[in-house]
């Protein structure tokens, strides 16, 4: 551990993910938080802002007192409070350029996580680096079982990693106990802590093993709401994938399509052809926008992303006969079902 001369954002090099422990509400933590949002300006990058606790016009607000009137060149808001959700965003909702999004007040752990993943995988070919901020795991640490926070973490941590996505996560350590505290710090490539009038900086431990994947393998329904920890056995939806497989599953537009479109035809087969077409129209109500051609379209679905599905078992793509069929999955389709209202409203079958 090294204290910090010069900026915090300075001080971590090229850690992809950090974890940030600083007293809530100061302005040392917020100063930090812009620091590392904007440490790969000029230009301003990607910035999404996944708020637990705040008002999105109070993260707005902190931008503009610590950055200024300019704005990142893309932005996302995710407010996922349980309680005031959707309140607070006057300021926000009047800035076209903003993109906010407001989880349901039942929406569960991994609901979360695959909302989180579905930006920044929108945003993955863009030239600017995406910076996410999620503030802040104390909200999470009260709310689910410390195992699954610690996989929550994981998971998004492998797909920053694997996106090329700069992160960073609050925590209170007021508020956290230090048994939670050692389990996530491990975690992260860097930890940046307030120290006093000073910060410090340490790697993770090198000895925690990087290859030990999430093991997160219960979860609640998303569509029936509670905590994981507090449900009863019949409410638990088994789920066969490890928590970063489900984000890797969900995380890219074209195959969220590909899983809206084949699970809205209830099992029948479908030809290759006509899902091409169908994906091509749908995209532009998805974060996907309006893909290069058809032919370019084609090809991603046969090389990449029906194979992807096709080997954890969620469609079947028969390439002789050109058909794709659909694989039911009621643990993965409780945690679409999150996504898809977000994206495509109440009915998303509708043509």
Known sequence: MTGINGSVAESIGDASTVLLVAPADSCTDETACTELLTRHSPPHPNVICVTLNK?????????????????????????????GSGE????????????????PEDAELLDLTATIAAQVGAWSDTDHRTQLCLDSLNV?????????????????NTL???LDVSAHHHVNPDDCPESMLAMLRPLYDAVVERDGDGWTVSTADSSADPSAGPSFRRTVDGRSG???????????????????TVLELVNN??????????????????????????VGKR???????????TERLALQ??????PKLQERNVVRFDRHTGTVSYRSNPALEAHLECLKTLELGRDPCRG
């Open 253 to 278: 537009p074209i195959r969220r399509i590909v899983l809206y479109e084949l699970k809205c035809r209830s099992g029948d087969e479908i030809s290759f052809d006509e899902l091409v077409d169908a």
């Open 140 to 156: 999470l640490v009260d709310r689910y079982a410390a195992q699954d926070v610690v996989d929550l973490v994981r998971g998004l």
């Open 55 to 83: 008002g999105p016009d109070d993260r707005l607000d902190v931008w503009h007192r610590y950055v200024g009137e300019e704005l990142p060149d893309r932005a996302a808001i995710l407010d996922a409070r349980r309680e």
């Open 88 to 103: 607070g965003a006057t300021a926000v909702s009047s800035v076209p350029s903003i993109k906010l999004e407001t989880l």
């Open 301 to 306: 679905l046969r090389h990449t992303h029906l």
């Open 283 to 293: 995209s532009g109500s998805v974060h996907a926008g309006k893909p290069d051609g």
């Open 160 to 162: 920053c990693a694997d």
């Open 226 to 244: 509670g905590s994981s920890r507090d449900s009863d056995p019949q409410d638990i939806v088994p789920l066969p994938y490890s928590f970063d």
